[in-house]
């Protein structure tokens, strides 16, 4: 942000407003942690402030300080409308793009509002006034922190603004693995310490809190997962039959895919899941090197994301999107050799 928009957030936060923060749809801890830490610092700000959450996210974030005054858009549309045709001011965080928050996007698009994006994913869309967008950042978390920061408030970071931050960082780096954790992100987080995250907690909360019935699910997807090695690409699916058998509860396929990818010598991994409600594939795509999933699922299948770190889905059947995706991958056997 340069200091014009620093300038113009100030102002527009200099008296108390409504506003609404919303993450994506089937938002992650980065878009959870993200707008329950923005969430705190606004109240004590004494803004009259809500988050709005398009859809229900999993059960390992349900600790978070806060979290149970999110309201869900498909559980109570009415209120949810209501909020958000009275926001002044409404704050759109780990997505940039309406189209990322399904069925609220009408309701959004139509609102009076001020925008205000704070967002790490490639390719922006033109809605907000004030635009912090960098794809270079491990995490809106980690722009929460600089944003605070940049309004001179570092110092008012509460231990549960701090906690929701550290999870959000955590998650999306992998646990502070992937290339955009930086050392100053590492600071980052060394003051999120400081200021009352307690980091073994979080770690145990989100990743140790395993039912038996995911650790299985996780089983069948390891026994489904195929390697072709020609183009150093492994994918795995998993059949809604698969999911009912194994009692799947949101969030339990999370990070599945990157087993894919731990395999030696792999470049690109896919993960199919067939939806439960309705008849399409959702897929999480994950590579190494420069190899973008953001252009591929970008391309091919309807999604984006990161380079490394994308999404998309396909309205064919399982076996059609497998034959459509093993068919697209011959063009990109140079690339991924
Ligand atoms: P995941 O595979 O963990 O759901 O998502 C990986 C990354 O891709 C996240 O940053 C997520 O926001 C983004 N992403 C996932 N699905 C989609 C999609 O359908 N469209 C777009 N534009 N981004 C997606
Ligand atoms: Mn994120």
């Given amino acids: ?7 113009g957030v100030k102002t527009l936060l200099q008296t108390p407003q409504k506003i609404v923060i919303i993450p994506h749809k089937n938002p992650d801890g980065d878009a959870i942690g993200a707008t329950l830490a923005l969430w705190h610092y606004l109240k004590k700000q004494q803004h009259d402030a809500v988050i709005i959450a398009p859809n229900d996210y999993p059960e390992f974030l349900k600790w978070m300080p806060g979290e149970s005054d999110i309201v869900k858009f498909d559980y109570e549309k009415d209120r949810a409308t209501t909020l958000l045709e009275a926001a002044n001011v409404i704050f759109t965080l780990d997505f940039n793009d309406l189209s990322r928050i399904g069925d609220m996007e009408t309701v959004v698009a139509a609102c009076k509002a001020t925008f205000v994006m704070i967002d790490h994913h490639q390719q922006p869309s033109d809605y907000a006034k004030f635009m912090y967008s960098d794809t270079s950042m491990s995490s809106t978390c980690e722009m929460i922190y600089n944003f605070i920061s940049f309004l001179g408030d570092e ?3 509460t231990p549960e603004m701090a906690s929701c931050m550290y999870t959000g960082i955590m998650t999306d780096t ?16 060394a003051n999120l310490i400081d200021k009352g995250a307690e980091n073994a907690a979080i770690h145990n909360a989100i ?3 395993n039912s038996l019935s995911r650790l299985q699910l996780l089983g069948c997807a390891l026994k489904n997962l195929v ?15 698969e999911l009912t058998r194994y009692d799947f509860k949101k969030g339990d396929t999370e990070g ?6 731990s395999l030696k010598g792999i470049k690109f991994a896919a993960i ?3 939806n439960m409600q309705e008849p399409y594939v959702k897929m999480s795509l ?7 999933v953001n252009e591929f699922a970008r391309t091919h299948f309807n999604g984006g994301g990161h380079t490394n770190a994308a999404g998309g889905r396909s309205d064919d059947t399982m076996e059609a999107t497998i034959d459509r995706f093993t068919k697209i991958l011959t063009a990109y056997k140079e690339e991924l050799s």
């Fill in 1 to 7: 942000m340069n200091e014009v928009e620093i300038q």
């Fill in 155 to 157: 110092n008012r970071i």
């Fill in 174 to 189: 992998g646990s502070f693995r992937f290339k955009a954790t930086t050392s100053t992100t590492h600071r980052i987080i």
């Fill in 207 to 209: 990743y140790d809190t």
């Fill in 227 to 241: 390697v072709l090695e020609t183009y150093n690409t492994v994918y795995i699916t998993i059949s809604k039959d």
């Fill in 256 to 261: 599945f895919v990157n087993y894919g990818l």
């Fill in 272 to 274: 199919f899941i067939e």
């Fill in 286 to 292: 994950r590579s190494k090197g420069n190899f973008s």
